[in-house]
């Protein structure tokens, strides 16, 4: 089960940029939280320069573990077709330490995230969207893929 939530706050010419994503497995006892809060102002009329931190908990089997990293990105949109938009993102993050394993620290590393997503406009006020995800860590390939679906009201 996973539930992921969004939401961005204008200020001037700036946005405040959170999201949070909760994971359960009752499977495997498995759960992680992690959360992200970045800020974006805008650099070009095509580009936009985010930087923020990420925080993740967890548990995995019997061990906890928890996380943190600070991150940087490029986010732009286009909008070629009426009722679509196609919007990319691409996030470095960097994470010195991971606590994990019987409260042993971990190295981190060096991520890249790249994440795409295209909405289908249905009404003025809600669009489809269909989004993926990647995680890269340096010197070790792909750590982890996602294909998302879902909806997105605008308030």
């Given at each position: 089960v996973s539930l992921t939530g969004y939401g961005s706050w204008k200020i001037e010419q700036s946005m405040i940029v959170a999201s949070?994503?909760?994971?359960?497995?009752?499977?495997?006892?498995?759960?992680?939280?992690?959360?992200?809060i970045m800020y974006?102002?805008?650099q070009t009329s095509y580009m936009t320069i985010l930087y923020g931190t990420n925080f993740s908990i967890g548990k995995l089997g019997e061990e906890n573990f928890s996380n943190w990293a600070?991150?940087?990105g490029v986010f732009t949109?286009?909008?070629g077709?009426?009722?679509?938009?196609i919007n990319l993102m691409g996030i470095g993050?960097?994470?010195p330490y991971t606590f994990f394993y019987?409260?042993?620290?971990?190295?981190?590393g060096f991520l890249f995230v790249p994440l795409t997503s295209f909405d289908f406009s249905v009404t003025n006020t809600f669009k489809l969207n269909i989004s993926t995800s990647t995680v890269l860590l340096q010197g070790s390939g792909?750590?982890?893929f996602q294909l998302m679906t879902g909806g997105k009201m605008m308030l």
């Open positions: 949070n994503s909760i994971l359960y497995n009752p499977d495997q006892s498995t759960w992680f939280n992690t959360g992200n974006a102002y805008k600070a991150q940087v949109t286009f909008n077709y009426k009722g679509i938009s993050m960097y994470s019987e409260g042993q620290w971990l190295k981190g792909i750590l982890n």
